[in-house]
Protein backbone atom coordinates (compact mmCIF):
# COMPACT_ATOMS: atom_id res chain seq x y z
CA UNK A 1 0.00 0.00 0.00
CA UNK A 2 2.65 2.33 0.47
CA UNK A 3 3.64 2.70 -3.18
CA UNK A 4 0.02 3.40 -3.84
CA UNK A 5 0.34 6.07 -1.65
CA UNK A 6 3.27 7.60 -2.87
CA UNK A 7 1.57 7.24 -6.41
CA UNK A 8 -1.41 9.03 -5.34
CA UNK A 9 0.98 11.41 -3.19
CA UNK A 10 2.79 12.33 -6.85
CA UNK A 11 -0.98 12.68 -8.80
CA UNK A 12 -1.76 15.23 -6.00
CA UNK A 13 0.81 16.88 -6.10
CA UNK A 14 1.21 17.31 -9.95
CA UNK A 15 -2.09 18.45 -9.88
CA UNK A 16 -1.62 21.29 -7.67
CA UNK A 17 1.36 22.29 -9.23
CA UNK A 18 -1.05 22.62 -12.61
CA UNK A 19 -3.41 24.74 -10.24
CA UNK A 20 -0.89 27.14 -9.09
CA UNK A 21 0.37 27.38 -12.72
CA UNK A 22 -2.90 28.26 -14.52
CA UNK A 23 -4.21 30.60 -11.50
CA UNK A 24 -0.68 32.69 -12.04
CA UNK A 25 -1.35 32.94 -15.95
CA UNK A 26 -4.52 33.93 -15.20
CA UNK A 27 -3.81 36.68 -12.70
CA UNK A 28 -1.42 37.86 -15.17
CA UNK A 29 -3.68 38.14 -17.99
CA UNK A 30 -6.26 40.10 -15.57
CA UNK A 31 -6.61 43.50 -16.56
CA UNK A 32 -9.13 44.20 -13.38
CA UNK A 33 -7.01 44.37 -10.30
CA UNK A 34 -8.93 42.84 -7.84
CA UNK A 35 -9.77 39.55 -10.08
CA UNK A 36 -6.22 39.12 -10.90
CA UNK A 37 -5.48 39.30 -6.87
CA UNK A 38 -8.26 36.62 -6.84
CA UNK A 39 -6.64 34.60 -9.08
CA UNK A 40 -3.06 35.34 -6.85
CA UNK A 41 -4.78 34.17 -3.38
CA UNK A 42 -6.10 31.11 -5.50
CA UNK A 43 -2.79 30.28 -6.78
CA UNK A 44 -0.87 30.34 -3.21
CA UNK A 45 -3.57 28.64 -2.00
CA UNK A 46 -2.60 26.16 -4.32
CA UNK A 47 1.24 26.30 -3.93
CA UNK A 48 0.25 25.52 -0.37
CA UNK A 49 -1.46 22.32 -0.85
CA UNK A 50 1.66 21.36 -3.54
CA UNK A 51 3.83 22.08 -0.19
CA UNK A 52 1.42 19.89 2.23
CA UNK A 53 1.56 16.71 -0.63
CA UNK A 54 5.51 17.33 -0.73
CA UNK A 55 5.60 16.86 3.11
CA UNK A 56 3.46 13.41 2.90
CA UNK A 57 6.11 12.42 0.15
CA UNK A 58 8.99 13.23 2.26
CA UNK A 59 6.71 11.43 5.45
CA UNK A 60 7.15 8.35 3.04
CA UNK A 61 10.65 8.75 2.26
CA UNK A 62 10.05 9.83 -0.99
CA UNK A 63 11.69 13.19 -0.91
CA UNK A 64 11.01 14.94 -3.88
CA UNK A 65 10.83 18.66 -5.35
CA UNK A 66 8.11 19.76 -7.21
CA UNK A 67 7.38 18.80 -11.00
CA UNK A 68 6.93 20.85 -13.57
CA UNK A 69 4.03 22.19 -15.10
CA UNK A 70 2.12 19.54 -17.35
CA UNK A 71 1.66 20.38 -20.86
CA UNK A 72 -1.76 20.69 -20.48
CA UNK A 73 -1.60 23.30 -17.86
CA UNK A 74 1.43 24.77 -19.58
CA UNK A 75 -1.26 25.19 -22.57
CA UNK A 76 -4.00 26.97 -20.61
CA UNK A 77 -1.36 29.02 -19.29
CA UNK A 78 -0.15 30.36 -22.34
CA UNK A 79 -3.60 30.49 -23.95
CA UNK A 80 -4.49 32.82 -20.98
CA UNK A 81 -1.86 35.05 -21.79
CA UNK A 82 -2.22 35.45 -25.59
CA UNK A 83 -5.63 35.32 -25.96
CA UNK A 84 -6.89 36.61 -22.00
CA UNK A 85 -7.99 35.38 -18.85
CA UNK A 86 -11.73 34.65 -20.67
CA UNK A 87 -10.76 32.20 -22.92
CA UNK A 88 -9.89 29.36 -21.24
CA UNK A 89 -12.17 30.43 -17.85
CA UNK A 90 -14.69 28.02 -18.73
CA UNK A 91 -11.75 24.76 -19.16
CA UNK A 92 -10.82 26.06 -15.77
CA UNK A 93 -14.14 26.05 -14.14
CA UNK A 94 -14.98 22.50 -15.40
CA UNK A 95 -11.95 20.92 -14.12
CA UNK A 96 -12.68 22.44 -11.09
CA UNK A 97 -15.84 21.35 -10.59
CA UNK A 98 -14.83 17.68 -11.60
CA UNK A 99 -11.84 17.79 -9.02
CA UNK A 100 -14.43 19.15 -6.17
CA UNK A 101 -15.06 16.12 -4.42
CA UNK A 102 -11.20 14.54 -5.13
CA UNK A 103 -10.40 15.03 -1.58
CA UNK A 104 -12.97 13.59 0.06
CA UNK A 105 -11.84 10.76 0.72
CA UNK A 106 -8.68 10.64 0.98
CA UNK A 107 -8.26 11.04 5.37
CA UNK A 108 -4.73 12.87 4.77
CA UNK A 109 -6.59 15.56 2.54
CA UNK A 110 -9.52 15.64 5.13
CA UNK A 111 -7.21 15.90 8.10
CA UNK A 112 -5.59 19.02 6.35
CA UNK A 113 -9.09 20.74 5.41
CA UNK A 114 -8.26 20.53 1.63
CA UNK A 115 -11.61 19.53 0.56
CA UNK A 116 -13.15 22.68 1.79
CA UNK A 117 -10.33 24.75 0.07
CA UNK A 118 -11.30 22.50 -3.72
CA UNK A 119 -14.64 23.30 -3.54
CA UNK A 120 -14.14 26.98 -2.62
CA UNK A 121 -11.97 27.30 -5.75
CA UNK A 122 -14.78 25.43 -7.87
CA UNK A 123 -17.20 27.91 -6.58
CA UNK A 124 -15.02 31.02 -7.18
CA UNK A 125 -14.43 29.98 -10.47
CA UNK A 126 -18.19 28.52 -11.73
CA UNK A 127 -19.34 31.98 -10.83
CA UNK A 128 -15.83 33.78 -12.83
CA UNK A 129 -16.91 31.61 -15.89
CA UNK A 130 -21.22 31.83 -15.93
CA UNK A 131 -22.35 34.40 -18.52
CA UNK A 132 -24.13 36.10 -15.43
CA UNK A 133 -22.01 34.95 -12.61
CA UNK A 134 -22.23 35.73 -9.23
CA UNK A 135 -19.81 35.02 -5.11
CA UNK A 136 -21.50 35.57 -2.19
CA UNK A 137 -19.81 37.82 0.58
CA UNK A 138 -16.18 40.05 0.00
CA UNK A 139 -15.78 37.78 -3.14
CA UNK A 140 -18.85 39.28 -4.83
CA UNK A 141 -17.85 42.55 -4.11
CA UNK A 142 -14.39 41.73 -6.29
CA UNK A 143 -16.16 40.13 -9.19
CA UNK A 144 -19.25 42.07 -9.36
CA UNK A 145 -20.74 42.84 -12.81
CA UNK A 146 -17.93 40.53 -14.28
CA UNK A 147 -19.40 38.39 -17.18
CA UNK A 148 -17.58 35.53 -18.44
CA UNK A 149 -17.64 32.46 -20.25
CA UNK A 150 -18.11 33.57 -24.36
CA UNK A 151 -14.05 33.71 -24.65
CA UNK A 152 -13.89 29.95 -23.69
CA UNK A 153 -16.90 29.08 -25.79
CA UNK A 154 -15.05 30.29 -28.69
CA UNK A 155 -12.23 28.52 -27.92
CA UNK A 156 -14.42 25.21 -28.04
CA UNK A 157 -15.64 26.16 -30.80
CA UNK A 158 -12.53 26.60 -32.67
CA UNK A 159 -11.45 23.21 -31.46
CA UNK A 160 -15.41 21.69 -32.82
CA UNK A 161 -15.11 24.16 -35.97
CA UNK A 162 -12.09 22.51 -37.29
CA UNK A 163 -13.13 18.95 -36.75
CA UNK A 164 -15.76 19.26 -38.30
CA UNK A 165 -14.69 20.21 -41.60
CA UNK A 166 -12.13 17.76 -41.03
CA UNK A 167 -14.50 14.43 -40.22
CA UNK A 168 -17.10 15.60 -43.02
CA UNK A 169 -14.26 16.62 -45.57
CA UNK A 170 -12.31 13.43 -44.69
CA UNK A 171 -15.48 11.13 -44.88
CA UNK A 172 -16.16 12.83 -48.25
CA UNK A 173 -12.82 12.41 -50.04
CA UNK A 174 -13.11 8.76 -48.45
CA UNK A 175 -16.29 7.85 -50.05
CA UNK A 176 -15.45 9.31 -53.53
CA UNK A 177 -11.70 7.43 -52.98
CA UNK A 178 -13.88 4.53 -52.35
CA UNK A 179 -15.65 4.86 -55.68
CA UNK A 180 -12.59 4.44 -57.76
CA UNK A 181 -12.80 7.71 -59.00
CA UNK A 182 -9.55 9.84 -60.12
CA UNK A 183 -7.06 11.59 -58.07
CA UNK A 184 -8.19 15.07 -60.21
CA UNK A 185 -12.01 14.34 -59.80
CA UNK A 186 -11.17 13.31 -55.87
CA UNK A 187 -9.61 16.65 -55.60
CA UNK A 188 -12.26 18.51 -57.21
CA UNK A 189 -15.03 17.08 -54.74
CA UNK A 190 -12.54 17.98 -51.49
CA UNK A 191 -12.53 21.40 -52.45
CA UNK A 192 -16.00 21.48 -53.30
CA UNK A 193 -16.32 20.11 -49.85
CA UNK A 194 -14.71 22.48 -48.04
CA UNK A 195 -16.05 25.74 -49.88
CA UNK A 196 -19.96 24.02 -49.24
CA UNK A 197 -19.00 23.19 -45.75
CA UNK A 198 -17.66 26.56 -44.66
CA UNK A 199 -20.49 28.79 -46.40
CA UNK A 200 -22.99 26.51 -44.41
CA UNK A 201 -21.48 26.48 -41.18
CA UNK A 202 -20.53 30.32 -41.75
CA UNK A 203 -24.44 30.81 -42.97
CA UNK A 204 -25.66 29.10 -39.87
CA UNK A 205 -22.94 30.73 -37.56
CA UNK A 206 -24.43 34.42 -38.67
CA UNK A 207 -28.09 33.52 -38.16
CA UNK A 208 -27.40 32.12 -34.82
CA UNK A 209 -25.79 34.85 -33.53
CA UNK A 210 -27.96 37.48 -35.41
CA UNK A 211 -30.91 35.83 -33.74
CA UNK A 212 -29.47 35.68 -30.55
CA UNK A 213 -28.96 39.41 -30.77
CA UNK A 214 -32.39 40.40 -31.69
CA UNK A 215 -33.57 38.39 -29.06
CA UNK A 216 -31.17 40.36 -26.32
CA UNK A 217 -31.94 43.43 -27.63
CA UNK A 218 -35.59 42.94 -27.36
CA UNK A 219 -35.48 41.41 -23.88
CA UNK A 220 -33.25 44.88 -23.16
CA UNK A 221 -35.55 46.98 -24.68
CA UNK A 222 -38.78 45.23 -22.42
CA UNK A 223 -36.76 45.52 -19.56
CA UNK A 224 -35.58 49.50 -20.21
CA UNK A 225 -39.78 50.03 -20.51
CA UNK A 226 -40.09 48.10 -17.38
CA UNK A 227 -37.65 50.60 -15.68
CA UNK A 228 -39.36 53.28 -17.00
CA UNK A 229 -42.44 52.35 -15.88
CA UNK A 230 -42.01 50.72 -11.82
CA UNK A 231 -38.39 51.56 -11.09
CA UNK A 232 -38.70 50.87 -7.95
CA UNK A 233 -40.25 46.68 -8.30
CA UNK A 234 -37.24 46.94 -10.67
CA UNK A 235 -34.56 47.52 -7.73
CA UNK A 236 -36.85 45.04 -5.23
CA UNK A 237 -36.07 42.66 -8.23
CA UNK A 238 -32.05 43.60 -7.92
CA UNK A 239 -32.03 43.64 -4.19
CA UNK A 240 -33.41 39.66 -4.32
CA UNK A 241 -30.77 38.68 -7.08
CA UNK A 242 -28.16 40.27 -4.94
CA UNK A 243 -29.20 38.62 -1.81
CA UNK A 244 -29.56 35.37 -3.79
CA UNK A 245 -25.66 35.56 -4.01
CA UNK A 246 -25.05 35.70 -0.07
CA UNK A 247 -25.55 39.19 0.19
CA UNK A 248 -27.40 40.91 3.81
CA UNK A 249 -30.80 42.52 2.80
CA UNK A 250 -28.66 45.46 3.85
CA UNK A 251 -25.62 45.20 1.68
CA UNK A 252 -27.60 43.72 -0.93
CA UNK A 253 -29.95 47.45 -0.67
CA UNK A 254 -27.02 49.60 -0.90
CA UNK A 255 -25.44 47.74 -4.08
CA UNK A 256 -28.74 48.37 -5.42
CA UNK A 257 -29.45 51.88 -4.41
CA UNK A 258 -25.62 52.81 -5.67
CA UNK A 259 -26.48 50.60 -9.64
CA UNK A 260 -29.98 52.80 -9.56
CA UNK A 261 -28.15 56.09 -9.12
CA UNK A 262 -28.83 56.48 -12.92
CA UNK A 263 -30.90 54.99 -15.33
CA UNK A 264 -27.95 53.88 -17.78
CA UNK A 265 -26.19 51.99 -14.53
CA UNK A 266 -30.06 50.70 -13.49
CA UNK A 267 -30.22 49.36 -17.41
CA UNK A 268 -26.77 47.64 -17.21
CA UNK A 269 -27.27 45.99 -13.63
CA UNK A 270 -30.30 44.64 -14.52
CA UNK A 271 -29.12 43.33 -18.45
CA UNK A 272 -26.61 41.31 -16.87
CA UNK A 273 -27.90 40.34 -13.64
CA UNK A 274 -31.69 39.50 -14.33
CA UNK A 275 -31.06 38.41 -18.09
CA UNK A 276 -27.76 37.17 -18.13
CA UNK A 277 -26.57 39.39 -20.51
CA UNK A 278 -24.05 41.75 -21.73
CA UNK A 279 -25.36 44.77 -23.14
CA UNK A 280 -21.83 45.99 -24.39
CA UNK A 281 -21.69 42.45 -26.73
CA UNK A 282 -25.02 41.76 -27.17
CA UNK A 283 -23.25 37.46 -27.75
CA UNK A 284 -20.61 39.13 -30.39
CA UNK A 285 -20.64 40.25 -33.93
CA UNK A 286 -22.80 38.08 -35.81
CA UNK A 287 -20.43 38.48 -39.13
CA UNK A 288 -17.02 37.86 -36.64
CA UNK A 289 -18.52 34.61 -35.94
CA UNK A 290 -19.54 33.95 -39.24
CA UNK A 291 -15.93 34.41 -40.53
CA UNK A 292 -14.42 32.60 -37.63
CA UNK A 293 -16.82 29.67 -38.45
CA UNK A 294 -16.03 29.90 -41.76
CA UNK A 295 -11.86 29.94 -41.54
CA UNK A 296 -12.48 27.24 -38.42
CA UNK A 297 -14.12 24.71 -41.40
CA UNK A 298 -11.83 25.55 -43.92
CA UNK A 299 -8.59 24.91 -41.88
CA UNK A 300 -9.81 21.28 -40.83
CA UNK A 301 -11.43 20.65 -44.40
CA UNK A 302 -8.28 20.86 -46.51
CA UNK A 303 -5.77 18.18 -44.95
CA UNK A 304 -7.80 15.80 -46.57
CA UNK A 305 -7.47 17.11 -49.84
CA UNK A 306 -4.10 18.84 -49.54
CA UNK A 307 -2.30 15.86 -50.34
CA UNK A 308 -3.97 14.93 -54.08
CA UNK A 309 -2.45 18.16 -55.09
CA UNK A 310 0.91 16.61 -54.78
CA UNK A 311 0.16 12.84 -55.14
CA UNK A 312 -2.55 10.57 -56.62
CA UNK A 313 -4.17 7.22 -56.54
CA UNK A 314 -3.52 5.09 -53.87
CA UNK A 315 -0.32 7.29 -52.59
CA UNK A 316 -2.36 10.06 -52.42
CA UNK A 317 -5.35 7.89 -50.22
CA UNK A 318 -3.00 6.84 -48.03
CA UNK A 319 -0.83 10.50 -47.57
CA UNK A 320 -4.98 12.31 -46.97
CA UNK A 321 -5.18 9.18 -44.03
CA UNK A 322 -1.77 10.31 -42.98
CA UNK A 323 -2.45 14.04 -42.72
CA UNK A 324 -5.66 13.80 -41.38
CA UNK A 325 -4.68 11.58 -38.93
CA UNK A 326 -2.00 13.89 -37.58
CA UNK A 327 -5.17 16.45 -37.61
CA UNK A 328 -7.05 14.35 -35.78
CA UNK A 329 -4.47 13.55 -33.37
CA UNK A 330 -4.32 16.88 -32.50
CA UNK A 331 -7.89 18.30 -32.33
CA UNK A 332 -8.13 15.49 -30.25
CA UNK A 333 -4.81 16.91 -27.97
CA UNK A 334 -7.10 19.89 -28.14
CA UNK A 335 -10.28 18.34 -25.82
CA UNK A 336 -8.52 17.10 -23.50
CA UNK A 337 -7.75 20.59 -22.51
CA UNK A 338 -11.87 20.77 -22.00
CA UNK A 339 -12.01 17.50 -20.66
CA UNK A 340 -9.05 16.76 -18.15
CA UNK A 341 -8.52 13.36 -20.15
CA UNK A 342 -4.88 12.37 -20.73
CA UNK A 343 -4.22 13.52 -23.90
CA UNK A 344 -3.22 10.24 -25.08
CA UNK A 345 -6.42 8.94 -24.79
CA UNK A 346 -7.94 11.75 -25.97
CA UNK A 347 -5.98 11.64 -29.37
CA UNK A 348 -6.66 8.04 -29.82
CA UNK A 349 -10.35 8.26 -29.48
CA UNK A 350 -10.51 11.71 -32.03
CA UNK A 351 -8.36 9.53 -34.22
CA UNK A 352 -10.31 6.26 -33.81
CA UNK A 353 -13.97 8.25 -34.66
CA UNK A 354 -12.40 10.02 -37.81
CA UNK A 355 -11.17 6.73 -39.22
CA UNK A 356 -14.15 5.06 -38.83
CA UNK A 357 -16.63 7.61 -40.15
CA UNK A 358 -14.08 7.68 -43.30
CA UNK A 359 -13.58 4.14 -43.60
CA UNK A 360 -17.89 3.68 -43.12
CA UNK A 361 -18.35 6.29 -46.10
CA UNK A 362 -14.99 4.46 -48.21
CA UNK A 363 -17.26 1.09 -48.16
CA UNK A 364 -20.30 3.40 -48.94
CA UNK A 365 -18.22 4.35 -52.11
CA UNK A 366 -16.77 0.97 -52.84
CA UNK A 367 -20.31 -0.32 -52.83
CA UNK A 368 -22.01 2.40 -54.99
CA UNK A 369 -18.81 2.50 -57.14
CA UNK A 370 -19.45 -0.87 -58.30
CA UNK A 371 -23.05 -1.05 -58.29
CA UNK A 372 -22.72 2.28 -60.79
CA UNK A 373 -20.23 0.21 -62.46
Same mark, same amino acid.
Given at each position: MPDADIRRYRANLQGEVDGA?????????????????????????????????????? *?????????????????? *?????????????????????????????????????????????????????????????????????????? *? *? $?????????? $?????? $??????????AAAESRIILLTGFAGLVAGACSMAMGEWLSVNSARELAQRQIDTEAEELRQSPEEEKEELVLIYQSKGLDENAARALADRMFSGEKTALDALTREELGVDPESLGGSAWGAAVFSFLLFSIGAIFPVLPFLFVSGLAGIVASLVSSGLALAAVGAGTSLFTGRPIAISAFRQLAIGYAAAGVTFVIGKLLGVSIS
Open positions: AIYDALAAAEKDAKIAEVYRRLASVERAHAEFWQKQLE *GKGARRSAPPPSFRARSL *GWLARRFGAAVVLPAVAGAEARDSAHYDDQPEAVAGGLPADERGHAMLVRAAAAPAGGLSGSTLAALEGRHRGG *G *G $NALRAAVLGA $NDGLVS $NLSLVMGVAG
